[in-house]
């Protein structure tokens, strides 16, 4: 999973502060991505990757998700990163987590914080991660016509502004891209979820 926006709002980090996150009430009449059903099984195919990505594990608020290269990647049950492998064969830990999703998630939401980064016990780096969601948009997906929520991250790490589409039928970002690029950098093929 990919994110970065501007937000104006969350300028409250202070160093050495963890994940940062908004009020979770949502205004009156406010369309909302409410936190997804993950089930062992659901499965995404993502564009330029190792093959499919699958939940093969659910336990004590861990996501476990296994490609089909057989590594593992770790998420919350919000589906915020905390491992995942790296490209060159070490696992990177994400302390307290990457935080690219914040549920429920409607227009105008704001939240963010500072993540460190780890490989084995060594602090690698830190970032901070600001989002803020936008409105609801059409991304295809396997030739559907999905409904998205449009999320926009603002970073201090490359890239630095990252759009993304979280899909609700999809439990999953769908796609994310550069402003400005082309083509997406990420972009979902095919998913099986359950309900």
Same mark, same amino acid.
């Given at each position: 999973m990919i994110v970065r926006l501007p937000m104006a709002t969350l300028f409250a980090l202070t160093v050495g502060a963890s994940a940062t996150f908004a009020a979770d009430t949502p205004p009156e009449g406010?369309?909302?991505?409410?936190?997804?059903n993950l089930q062992v099984g659901d499965w995404w195919l993502p564009q330029n990757r190792p093959g499919r990505v699958v939940v093969t594990?659910?336990?004590? $608020?861990q996501v476990t998700?296994?490609?089909?290269?057989?590594?593992l990647v770790v998420y919350t049950t919000?589906?915020?990163?905390?491992?995942?492998?790296a490209?060159?064969?070490?696992?990177?830990?994400?302390?307290?987590?990457?935080?690219?999703?914040?549920?429920?998630?409607?227009?105008?939401?704001?939240?963010?914080g500072e993540v460190k980064t780890f490989?084995?016990?060594?602090?690698? $780096?830190?970032?901070?991660?600001?989002?803020? =969601? $936008? $409105?609801?948009?059409?991304?295809g997906v396997m030739g559907e016509d999905l409904e998205a929520i449009r999320i926009d991250y603002d970073s201090t790490m490359n890239p630095t502004k990252?759009?993304?589409?979280? =899909?609700?039928? =999809?439990? =999953?970002?769908?796609?994310?891209?550069?402003?400005?690029a082309a083509t997406p950098g990420y972009l979902v093929l095919a998913f099986g979820v359950g309900s």
């Open positions: 406010a369309k909302v991505a409410e936190l997804p594990a659910i336990k004590d $608020g998700m296994t490609r089909d290269d057989g590594k919000e589906i915020n990163t905390l491992e995942y492998p490209a060159y064969g070490d696992t990177v830990i994400e302390k307290p987590f990457n935080p690219n999703l914040s549920f429920p998630i409607w227009p105008g939401k704001e939240w963010g490989v084995g016990s060594t602090q690698t $780096g830190s970032y901070i991660r600001k989002a803020r =969601a $936008g $409105g609801w948009e059409r991304i990252l759009t993304c589409w979280y =899909a609700p039928k =999809a439990k =999953a970002i769908v796609k994310c891209q550069v402003p400005g």
